[in-house]
């Protein structure tokens, strides 16, 4: 069964904002959302540099992907997309022991997901991050997990949470 991730209730489009936050709701049932005001309660903030608005996709609790047994499928939270860029989202409010899943199970599952039912060749800038509140910087290195993923997918994976538009 195909997978839309381009369906309209999912979607905040053309979005101008030079800088905005992406935050989830505190319950697991709601999507991530766009927010213009609160900071306090952005996860990730995203810098747009260009002349170029971005569209936001609600993903997780809003786009269903089940697996074969019929079970809810791990999907990160969002998508940024425009003409040339798209960016996945995974947005985590944790302490330790949070990148493996964040990275191999919500984002690897999601850009599977997404390759079998979309052209992502049609994009010239493709990224992944992984944004946690609680760990916004990192005092350890994961060159070798980014390179991996990068080997893996062709889409360049960052641990931190600002994503900045700038081309």
Not at 12 to 33: L, Q, V
Request: aromatic share 12%.
């Amino acid at each position: 069964m195909a997978i839309d991730f381009f369906i309209e209730k999912c979607q905040t489009e053309n979005i101008s904002d030079p800088r905005f936050g992406i935050c989830d709701n505190e319950t697991d049932k709601d999507p991530a959302y766009v927010d213009r005001e609160n900071e306090d309660k952005w996860i990730a903030v995203v810098e747009n540099k260009t002349d170029k608005s971005i569209n936001f996709i609600a993903v997780d609790n809003c786009i269903e992907v089940f697996r074969p047994n019929g079970s809810m499928e791990n999907r990160c939270d969002a998508l940024l997309t425009n003409a040339d860029h798209i960016v996945f989202v995974e947005l985590k409010n944790q302490g330790d022991n949070w990148i493996a899943h964040a990275v191999d199970d919500q984002l690897q599952t999601t850009i599977d997901y997404f390759k079998d039912n979309h052209d992502i060749g049609k994009y010239r800038f493709k990224r992944a991050f992984a944004c946690n509140r609680r760990r916004p910087f990192f005092r350890v290195s994961y060159k070798e997990k980014m390179d991996a993923f990068y080997k893996k997918n062709g889409i360049r994976l960052s641990l931190e949470a600002k994503i900045i538009f700038n081309r």
